[in-house]
């Protein structure tokens, strides 16, 4: 069974800095693009970020870009996320990119107060 596991989420001052985590298993990622996704409520799943195949590719939102910066290894997605601004206060997710609807997992929240 694939299961995509988010991790590193919290609640940080505007400013302040998070590294979120996507660790994947029941099968490899290795050749996949893997992108990351947020959510609020009553809003739907958008893109944030997503990076190919051994990383020769990355692309950003608009709002998140000179921010966040995406990157992975065989296996786990990484998004560091710098100078937080409360309108990224979200559960975030990874998934393929684009997203299979059968990958996703529960999330991490991400707070951030101004």
């Known amino acids: 069974q694939v299961q995509l596991a988010e991790s590193g989420g919290g609640s940080v001052q505007a400013g302040e800095s998070l590294t979120l985590s996507c660790v994947a298993t029941?099968?490899?990622?290795?050749?996949?693009?893997m992108g990351w996704f947020r959510q609020t409520p009553g809003k739907a799943r958008g893109f944030v970020a997503a990076v190919s195949r051994y990383s020769h590719s990355k692309s950003y939102a608009d709002s998140v870009k000179g921010r966040f910066t995406i990157d992975r290894n065989r296996n786990t997605v990484f998004l560091q996320m710098n100078n937080l601004k409360p309108e990224d206060t979200a559960v975030y997710y990874c998934?393929?990119?684009?997203?299979?609807?059968?990958?996703w997992g529960q999330g991490t929240q991400v707070t951030v107060s101004s």
């Open positions: 998934n393929t990119h684009p997203p299979d609807s059968t990958n």
């Open positions: 029941g099968r490899s990622f290795g050749s996949d693009t």
